[in-house]
């Protein structure tokens, strides 16, 4: 168990630039969730999937921002046309079904837009 | 929706004191209640749970006991160590498969 990974640590780029996390879960878990964190706030919640299916999406999740799990294995976040106010942590977790509660998340990645 | 409200830190404590981090729900129902921790540099892992009233959660000294009355499940250590320093988040089952996380504590332990 390699537990979650996630790529890139850390992501500066220029604002309007796009940019793409990658989050890779561990490998049993059939649920995957992203979740961003901003500076003494606790996670909140983004987009959710279980497989390959993403079945719910926050509203804070505009429409610069897309997921997905190809395959039902890892999961990539793109955010399109990067704002200031995308800078935050980006945080993947997984978890099985069955064991409600029970969230392993990776280490993060955090955003900084310029 | 479901949510937690946390007390808020920092907090600072003397190694083998008492440590308290206040945490109230309010949810529709009885969901289960988690206390997640984050060392630092490291990612968010569960601490513990319980999954209804008057459960005890524990886990590496800490305890919260599921307190459906007060709608509290407060975190609770006798005797703090250095290596207990993190930030602690109360948390609970939202919507659907969302989690409600609180906007976490701070705490330090000095020698």
């Known amino acids: 168990d390699t537990g979650v990974s996630q790529n890139p640590r850390h992501k500066i780029t220029k604002r309007g630039q796009n940019v793409t996390f990658r989050c890779d879960p561990i490998s049993e878990h059939n649920r995957l969730y992203w979740y961003r964190q901003t500076l003494g706030q606790g996670p909140e919640f983004l987009t959710y999937?279980?497989?390959?299916?993403?079945?719910?999406k926050s509203r804070l999740l505009s429409d610069r921002f897309s997921a997905e799990r190809p395959k039902g294995s890892f999961s990539t976040l793109e955010i399109q046309r990067t704002e200031q106010g995308d800078s935050a942590m980006y945080l993947c977790?997984?978890?099985?079904?069955?064991?409600?509660?029970?969230?392993?998340f990776g280490e993060g990645s955090r955003l900084t837009v310029l | 929706g479901n949510s937690v409200t946390q007390m808020e830190g920092p907090v600072t404590l003397s190694e083998e004191a008492f440590l308290t981090i206040n945490c109230t729900y309010t949810a529709t129902g009885y969901p289960s209640l988690f206390w997640y921790v984050q060392y630092p540099g490291e990612g968010l892992q569960l601490l513990l749970k319980?999954?209804?009233?008057?459960d005890k959660g524990s886990n590496k000294g800490f305890e919260a006991t599921y307190r459906k009355e007060t709608t509290s499940f407060h975190l609770e250590k006798g005797s703090v160590q250095v290596s207990d320093s993190a930030v602690y988040f109360c948390?609970?089952?939202?919507?659907?498969?969302?989690?409600?996380f609180g906007t976490g504590t701070s705490l330090t332990v000095i020698p």
């Open positions: 319980a999954t209804k009233a008057d």
């Open positions: 999937f279980q497989n390959e299916a993403q079945l719910e």
């Open positions: 977790a997984s978890s099985f079904l069955g064991r409600s509660g029970e969230l392993f």
């Open positions: 948390a609970l089952p939202n919507t659907g498969n969302q989690f409600y």
